[in-house]
């Protein structure tokens, strides 16, 4: 049996891995760890993984089925010949972005929940990154849900939300997509507020965006002021960790139970990340939440 090493990032979540060499196949039992690690942490750090493209691919595929990016603001791959890599970067070549989401800060979000079936799982590998900024962060929503007073529990059981597919998490208009004024109009699909993680059972608060987001029902200004202190919960310090990035890091979070997001950086330095994502398998509202 072959083993790794997994250390606890931070209280909330988040854990470091070693002892494995991610650009070489997995054996059986290593995979089973990992996962075990992952369900247990909900993000993982690989420190030093100097990996290819197709063997970011290989191991992704390992974890599921590979989910195509969603689209970008300028409506064609980053990488012709690896279409299933998400390129994050601010990088111009030619006056051209090499990359999606800049240099600018990425506020708090899950990846595309505002499609009906949204990516279970991400690759994040960090191949150019500046000298300081640019840290991402993430926020365990089994906790935010399991320590949600009592009263908002029972305010958001059986309520769905919009989850906005007009802007990236950059702030960036998708392409084809035009302003929302009105958030009860946004396009999107509809979630639980607080759904069952198909693999550990447990409830976990799912927010997706806040911006143009709105619990369905409710009237407006209250779906506004009830989403606002749902957010200010569930990003409160006590659930998140903190990722300092160093060349060739890896990351692999839960995007069914967790929130992140990334501070800005320098516009001069230059920050190439490439991503994967894994295909959603579904989940269903918590025990009491309507369809």
């Known amino acids: 049996m072959?083993?790794?090493?997994v250390t606890p990032l931070a209280a909330a979540l988040g854990a470091d891995v070693s002892g494995v060499d991610l650009s070489r196949p997995l054996a059986p039992d290593v995979l089973a760890q990992l996962r075990q690690a992952w369900s247990q942490h909900l993000v993982l750090r690989f420190r030093g993984q100097r990996l290819s493209d197709p063997e970011l691919l290989s191991l992704s595929r390992r974890f599921g089925e590979l989910d195509p990016p969603g689209p970008n603001p300028y409506g064609k791959p980053f990488l012709a010949e690896f279409p299933e890599i998400n390129v994050i970067s601010n990088v111009k070549v030619g006056g051209e972005p090499i990359g999606n989401l800049g240099d600018g800060e990425a506020v708090w979000h899950c990846d595309m929940t505002y499609v009906e079936l949204p990516p279970r799982a991400a690759?994040?590998?960090?191949?150019?990154?500046?000298?300081?900024?640019g840290d991402t962060?993430?926020?365990n929503m089994y906790l935010a849900y399991e320590r949600l007073p009592q009263p908002?529990?029972?305010?958001?059981?059986?309520?769905?939300?919009i989850h906005d597919a007009t802007f990236n998490s950059a702030g960036i208009m998708r392409k084809g997509m035009?302003?929302?004024?009105?958030?009860r109009q946004a396009p999107g699909a509809h979630h639980p507020l607080v759904i069952?993680?198909?693999?550990?059972?447990?409830?976990?608060?799912?927010?997706?965006r806040r911006r143009n987001s709105y619990i369905l029902g409710l009237a407006l200004q209250e779906s506004e002021d009830l989403l606002d202190e749902l957010w200010a919960h569930a990003t409160q310090p006590a659930f998140a960790m903190r990722q300092?990035?160093?060349?060739?890091?890896?990351?692999?979070?839960?995007n069914y139970c967790t929130l992140h997001r990334r501070d800005s950086f320098d516009p001069g330095a230059q920050r190439i990340?490439?991503?994967?994502?894994?295909?959603g398998t579904g989940f269903v509202p918590h025990a009491g939440a309507g369809a």
């Open 137 to 139: 962060y993430w926020a």
């Open 273 to 279: 990340m490439h991503r994967t994502q894994i295909k």
């Open 123 to 133: 690759f994040l590998h960090a191949l150019q990154i500046p000298d300081s900024g």
């Open 178 to 183: 035009q302003p929302v004024t009105d958030p």
């Open 244 to 254: 300092v990035w160093r060349l060739h890091d890896l990351m692999l979070w839960d």
């Open 2 to 5: 072959s083993s790794i090493t």
């Open 152 to 161: 908002l529990k029972r305010r958001i059981e059986g309520r769905r939300a």
């Open 196 to 208: 069952v993680h198909p693999e550990s059972g447990r409830p976990a608060l799912y927010l997706g």
